[in-house]
């Protein structure tokens, strides 16, 4: 998976993997899957799924599925988690609320007690009936140290299941933001299989029979593809009135953007999530590819890139150079010359478009910050940084050279020329910036350490609140190894308190919420630990020669995510499954 990674992960231990821009997919032939045109079984290819029951998708594995395992919610294969394991909830990120799922409702009972009722006549793939000690085991799974969701039980002092549809939560400290983030993230899974699995097996285990209370049973898979079946006993037909349309998805692992285009153009894919560039050709022409906007920026989006500075070198330690760099990034090039107007430019809080009631604009206002060659000179001037030698880049207070290096991993071709960009922005207003392009795994390593200058990165996707973005930025303490949230080690006892106020407040109250994230926002761009660009983009297109009504933003479309990626079916990935039609129809 290619910047995209599925969705937040304070919480979500290696959602590093988090992205939005590319992914890949092979082509649509073999065992289990009809070649593009293809409308069934054939004698020369007797195993071949029916076309026009069959939907074929790609952009979030580059690589054969690592594994079935819901409680790898950063490598598992595509649709473990959302099509064969459900949560509690999903989240309607337009609606701004909690949509009962496998739990028919929850509520506070009080302050630190939240009680959710299961729904009856819920079976696991295996006939088993769903309970509430089901649920119960599953957030237990959270105890062993090794689990994704550990740090929940810093503050989750039981789970019990007070009968067979209750399940009672008692916290010693009721974080209200990040407990709704938990009810729709957390993959219940079936006691009966699950509890005699050694700690080692919960979280490294293949699990390649999944059992779930999903949509769809595992069919399938090959070196470059899973292959779902549809199960006809779902629950939610009658309890929810819905059902996936598709009887059979296969998710393609393509090995390029280019070839992910190829087959969408041939008919041998229905729904790509890669970053596809020249979207606006395919949109335009007549090729039976449809995106969410028929116009910039095409895409909803999805998480916010930012630079993130290393606050423990020198001289990113200083705010007023922190703000310099800021003012010398041209994001408009980046937004119009690197990915043809598909993405967004960030406001300077760089929180997303959905949660723009969040903005406080007052605070923007006095201490916002654009693109401005001039004014960053001149901070550069104030703040005590010149240019000693002539060669038209300063030097640090006490002399000597700064010499920075910008890293992203090689490959990601829209980030690579992103950091160009910003290294000939940084360099006109006098600071030497060199762009660096290390392989994945070895910018992981020296991001988690923290040997770096600057980075670019997007690890927090959209949510059900702002909290999560606060979190990244601020969260302490400072570990020795950061893996998902702060790699810039950023230290505010006052911002980290604050983000802490803020998950303690309720989620139906805004007016609360408002006054904390305010102070947050005056802070963060006093300070500018990290610095917003843009917003990536929700990447989906679409073919409608099998398959059509995917979600538009013109009247009478669905609004749901069009996106398979992981961690995103339970905010509107699976509801699109339900609501496209067969074109044929």
């Given at each position: 998976m290619r910047k995209r990674t599925p969705i937040l992960v304070p919480l979500l231990a290696a959602t590093a993997l988090a992205a939005a821009a590319c992914s890949g997919g092979g082509p649509v032939v073999g065992p289990t899957a009809a070649p593009p045109g293809s409308q069934g079984p054939t004698a020369a290819n007797p195993g071949a799924l029916p076309r026009n029951e069959t939907l074929y998708t790609t952009g979030t594995q580059w690589g054969p599925p690592a594994n079935f395992n819901p409680i790898r919610e950063w490598d598992s294969a595509t649709g473990t988690k959302g099509l064969v394991y459900e949560t509690l909830f999903h989240y309607d990120p337009n609606a701004a609320k909690l949509v009962p799922w496998l739990a028919e409702s929850g509520s506070w009972t009080s302050p630190t007690v939240y009680e959710a009722k299961i729904r009856a006549g819920v079976k696991w793939s295996d006939g088993k009936p769903l309970t509430a000690k089901d649920v119960a085991f599953s957030y237990g799974l959270g105890k062993m140290a090794t689990s994704p969701y550990h740090n929940l039980w810093d503050w989750l002092k039981s789970a019990d299941a007070v009968d067979e549809r209750t399940v009672r939560f008692t916290f010693s400290t009721a974080n209200y933001q990040e407990w709704d983030f938990n009810l729709y993230s957390r993959s219940i899974v079936p006691e009966h299989l699950w509890s005699g699995r050694s700690e080692e097996d919960v979280l490294n285990g293949v699990n390649d029979k999944p059992v779930g209370t999903g949509a769809y049973a595992y069919q399938s898979h090959d070196q470059d593809r899973v292959v779902w079946k549809r199960r006809d006993d779902w629950w939610g037909k009658s309890a929810l009135g819905v059902e996936p349309k598709a009887r059979y998805i296969v998710d393609v692992a393509t090995p390029s953007n280019e070839v992910a285009m190829g087959m969408l153009l041939q008919k041998g894919l229905d729904l790509s999530n890669n970053f596809l560039p020249g979207v606006a050709n395919l949109v335009k022409g007549n090729f039976g590819i449809v995106s969410y906007y028929d116009q910039p920026p095409y895409m909803l989006s999805a998480n916010t890139a930012w630079l993130v500075p290393n606050t423990r070198r020198k001289p990113m330690d200083d705010p007023a150079f922190r703000k310099a760099l800021a003012s010398s990034v041209d994001t408009k090039k980046i937004v119009e010359g690197?990915?043809?107007?598909?993405?967004?430019?960030?406001?300077?809080?760089?929180?997303?478009?959905?949660?723009?009631?969040?903005?406080?604009?007052?605070?923007?206002?006095?201490?916002?910050?654009?693109?401005?060659?001039?004014?960053?000179?001149?901070?550069?001037?104030?703040?005590?940084?010149?240019?000693?030698?002539?060669?038209?880049?300063?030097?640090?207070?006490?002399?000597?050279?700064?010499?920075?290096?910008?890293?992203?991993?090689?490959?990601?071709?829209?980030?690579?020329?992103?950091?160009?960009?910003?290294?000939?922005?940084?360099?006109?207003?006098?600071?030497?910036?060199?762009?660096?392009?290390?392989?994945?795994?070895?910018?992981?390593?020296?991001?988690?350490?923290?040997?770096?200058?600057?980075?670019?990165?997007?690890?927090?996707?959209?949510?059900?609140?702002?909290?999560?973005?606060?979190?990244?930025?601020?969260?302490?303490?400072?570990?020795?190894?950061?893996?998902?949230?702060?790699?810039?080690?950023?230290?505010?006892?006052?911002?980290?308190?604050?983000?802490?106020?803020?998950?303690?407040?309720?989620?139906?109250?805004?007016?609360?919420?408002?006054?904390?994230?305010?102070?947050?926002?005056?802070?963060?761009?006093?300070?500018?630990?990290?610095?917003?660009?843009?917003?990536?983009?929700?990447?989906?297109?679409?073919?409608?020669?099998?398959?059509?009504?995917?979600?538009?933003?013109?009247?009478?479309?669905?609004?749901?995510?069009?996106?398979?990626?992981?961690?995103?079916?339970?905010?509107?990935?699976?509801?699109?499954?339900?609501?496209?039609?067969?074109?044929?129809?």
């Open positions: 690197v990915y043809g107007n598909l993405v967004k430019a960030a406001g300077p809080t760089g929180l997303l478009p959905q949660w723009e009631q969040f903005v406080d604009q007052a605070v923007v206002s006095r201490s916002g910050f654009g693109f401005d060659p001039a004014k960053a000179k001149k901070a550069l001037a104030d703040a005590g940084y010149k240019d000693r030698d002539g060669d038209g880049l300063v030097e640090n207070k006490d002399g000597s050279k700064i010499k920075l290096t910008l890293i992203v991993p090689t490959g990601w071709t829209d980030w690579m020329e992103a950091a160009r960009t910003i290294a000939a922005g940084a360099k006109a207003a006098g600071i030497d910036v060199t762009p660096d392009f290390p392989d994945f795994n070895a910018l992981v390593e020296k991001r988690g350490k923290g040997d770096f200058d600057l980075l670019l990165n997007n690890e927090r996707q959209l949510s059900n609140t702002p909290w999560t973005y606060y979190d990244y930025i601020f969260q302490l303490p400072i570990r020795k190894t950061q893996n998902t949230v702060n790699f810039g080690r950023y230290e505010n006892k006052r911002a980290w308190q604050l983000v802490q106020q803020l998950d303690q407040v309720k989620t139906d109250d805004p007016a609360g919420m408002k006054a904390i994230t305010s102070q947050l926002q005056k802070i963060h761009l006093e300070e500018l630990p990290i610095i917003p660009l843009w917003y990536n983009g929700l990447w989906a297109q679409s073919s409608v020669s099998v398959w059509k009504n995917w979600p538009s933003a013109k009247p009478g479309a669905p609004k749901s995510a069009p996106v398979m990626w992981r961690n995103w079916m339970e905010l509107g990935g699976f509801e699109t499954l339900t609501q496209i039609q067969p074109a044929a129809s």
